[in-house]
């Protein structure tokens, strides 16, 4: 059975598990206090251009936007993000359990506007409802499609003209940085973001994200939060070590691209058999619109998702790679399809 369920099926990149077994007997400060840490704090500040921000390390991305949402926003502001942003599928109501609402905006590609932030802003309008005060994005979105610098320049002048923060969820940062059509660079983020964070769990890393606060108000006790959180490991050297393997040279990216070229492929293969797709992704996500028999069959040998239901006869399923996959397995799957479509 091959997973293309999702993009942490594996475990970690083997530098990874040989730099964990190498410190495995070392003595450190726990709660990131130790060297590993420290170096991974300043590869991340050299590689995004940012020699002021902070930098923290948490376990995954869930309780990264769970902590620092809760900790950048006063309990009656609410946070502005598309329906289909993870906040508002996949994280079981985190934000709304720390007191704050989720303005969700209907996007057909998975991403915000200006005009869509606007509307929302506009929509509330005194102290009888909750106040916008941050946006969030993910880049690659929920659905695989990635941001321009252009469009990532005007929603920042969009949440400045609002006095909004701007918030990323990079998860899958790895992938959107390397499709094709990505103009965007690390060194971008810092000059248009407030905060980010580099995800670890989806490229590489056993588990982890860098949260990267740039607006040094919101960086101001931040430490407290996330401890208060439950986000402040023990034994954070784990986190850090990760990272320091991550960034010492251009891994994160390489695995990043390594995923997409994969997606690349089964996209042609779909298409070379006529199948359309939900978004035209350029990420390491891809949604073909399949037959429900089709579907079943493939799904002998190949885990997957279901993403929307068309019609009747129709599903746009979703296909999700990652940077431990290889070849042979695409192979393969390509081969079941073929041999699917000619019966």
């Known amino acids: 059975m091959i997973l293309f369920s999702s993009d942490y099926c594996e475990g970690a990149h083997p530098r990874i598990m040989d730099a964990l077994a190498r410190t495995n007997f070392e003595q450190t400060e726990g709660y990131e206090e130790d060297p590993h840490c420290d170096n991974a704090r300043v590869l991340i500040k050299r590689a995004v251009g940012c020699p002021d921000c902070d930098i923290y390390f948490l376990s995954g991305g869930t309780q990264t936007n769970m902590a620092f949402i809760a900790h950048a926003l006063k309990p009656w502001q609410a946070v502005i993000a598309a329906e289909t ?16 609402k989720i303005i969700a905006v209907p996007s057909k590609d998975g991403k915000l506007t200006p005009q869509l932030i606007q509307a929302a802003v506009d929509a509330h309008t005194d102290h009888h409802m909750v106040a916008p005060k941050m946006v969030y994005l993910s880049d690659s979105t929920e659905i695989g499609t990635i941001y321009t610098k252009a469009e990532l320049s005007a929603i920042r002048k969009a949440c400045d003209r609002n006095s909004l923060y701007l918030y990323m969820d990079g998860a899958r940062l790895a992938s959107a940085l390397t499709a094709p059509g990505n103009d965007l660079a690390l060194t971008d983020f810092p000059k248009l973001c407030d905060a980010f964070y580099i995800g670890g769990t989806k490229c590489g890393a056993l588990f982890g ?8 108000a919101l960086a101001e006790d ?10 402040l490991f023990a034994k954070g050297r784990i986190l850090g070590i990760q990272f320091e393997e991550l960034f010492k040279d251009n891994l994160y990216l390489e695995l990043g691209a390594h995923a997409n070229g994969l997606a690349a ?21 891809i949604f073909p619109i399949l037959p429900n028999e089709l579907i079943a069959e493939l799904r002998r040998k190949t885990s997957f998702r279901d993403q929307e239901t068309i019609d009747e006869g129709h599903t746009a399923v979703r296909f999700v790679t990652s940077w431990a996959m290889t070849d042979d397995m695409v192979d393969s799957f390509i081969k079941d399809l073929d041999r699917q479509c000619h019966e």
């Not at 492929?265 to 996500?285: H, I, M, W, Y």
């Open 209 to 216: 994200e860098a949260l990267v606060l740039v607006n040094p």
């Open 85 to 100: 942003g993870h906040i508002c599928t996949h994280e079981t109501g985190a934000i709304e359990a720390s007191g704050h």
């Open 265 to 285: 492929r089964l996209k042609t293969a779909f298409e070379d058999k006529g199948f359309s797709f939900l978004v035209d992704s350029p990420s390491n996500q």
């Open 222 to 231: 931040f430490n407290f939060t996330l401890k208060q959180r439950g986000g």
